[in-house]
């Protein structure tokens, strides 16, 4: 209910903008643009208040996906808006103020820019503003098949000779239960089989929650094969920790869940992945070696799980000089791999989706994914250590993607 009267609020206050934006209009064109804006308003306000008792778990995944999407997408657009209000507000506020102390009970004529009030500038611009989010969130729903290719070259000086020349392709959080397009999915796994890669390792949540997700797209990611092999690790959303199992008990057991976990990791083998639990394997070429490591999902971040064993999976490739580790969630590195592991060369991990938002052009990077993660998407180094963060192949939430296109990463050691 708070959220709801919240939300009721921020309506009636961006109301005020709508007002003044169709003040001179004709009374048909108010009365169309006030029942739009309330029809839309109180159907979100609804939707929200009858969520405990529309049995929502139960919607279709890509309908839930994209309704929630627009909501959020319109409260962003609304709360936007209502910061150029406040700020006016503020404003006329403390001309008023002025205005009453000075003893000049004048009206303020001043601001006017290409003649509109300052008022009503900032209004418009502020409804621009939200309008230009909202249409951007809708536009990112044409985006998420959008796959593009990341290519990078890495020189490592303690890489064997004969690896030289080896080509790994990356890929990360697929989260298949919430895929619709079965060409355009077909159309990124060609993709990736294009690449020719030596070496596929995929960085985890393969699914949204539950191990059924992936029973439509089991024959599509079998075609994902490379001559050295597929080996993938576990995310977060794996564990099934976010969806309500009816049978869970107060502990926190849940039978069901369990069951999903160990149909989850079968499946991993069903489509020819070697899914590494806390272990590692030891690539030969020519007789010489390199180890691949790969741990359950470790965050630094508490609301995130840490089933992972970087201890157990290092056990036995110390005395080998080149070693690249799976890993979910980039904060690893930094917590614990860098500090405890400096001769991981490299960590390969996913998780952020780069927040599915930003912008990605020349000399500039930016998304909402760095005020929460130090690395969100990319290479990164530091001293003779690298971590390489995918943007995820996937998409989760919301069913689109801006500026932060879904990825197939491809690494040239040379």
Known sequence: MILVVFLLLLDIYVFQAIKAMVYMSAPRVRNITFSIYWFISISCLL??????????????????SYLMAIFIGLVLAKLLTAVFLLLDDVRRGVLWVIRRFSGNPAPDTTGVVSGLSRSQFLSRLGLITGGTLFATLIYGFSNKYNYRVHKIKMAFKQLPASFKGLRIVQISDIHSGSFANREAVLKGIKMINDQKADLVLFTGDLVNDRADEMTEWMDAFRQVKAPMGVYSTLGNHDYGDYYPWPDKTPNG??????????????????????????????????????????????????????????????????????????????????????????????????????????????????????????????????????????????????????????????????
């Open 47 to 64: 939707m929200i208040a009858l969520l405990p008792y529309i049995n929502w778990h139960n919607w279709p995944a890509t309908l839930k």
């Open 253 to 414: 057991y849940s039978a069901m869940q369990h069951e999903n976990l160990e149909r989850l990791k079968a499946l991993h083998g069903e489509l020819g992945w070697k899914l590494m639990m806390n272990e590692n394997v030891v690539l030969e070429r020519s007789g010489e070696q390199i180890a691949l490591l790969g741990i359950e999902n470790w965050s630094a971040i508490k609301r995130f799980p840490r089933y992972g064993d970087l201890k157990r999976a290092y056990e036995g490739v110390g005395h080998i000089p080149f070693k690249i580790l799976l890993s979910h969630d980039p904060t690893h590195w930094d917590a614990q791999v860098r500090t405890e592991y400096p001769d991981i060369a490299l960590m390969l991990a996913g998780h952020t989706h780069g927040m599915q938002f930003g912008v990605e052009i020349p000399g500039l990077k930016w998304s909402p994914a760095q005020y929460f993660y130090k690395e969100w998407a990319g290479l990164y180094k530091k001293g003779e250590q690298f971590l390489y963060v995918n943007r995820g192949f996937g998409f989760l939430g919301y069913p689109g993607r801006v500026g932060v296109l879904p990825e197939i990463t491809v690494i040239d050691l040379v």
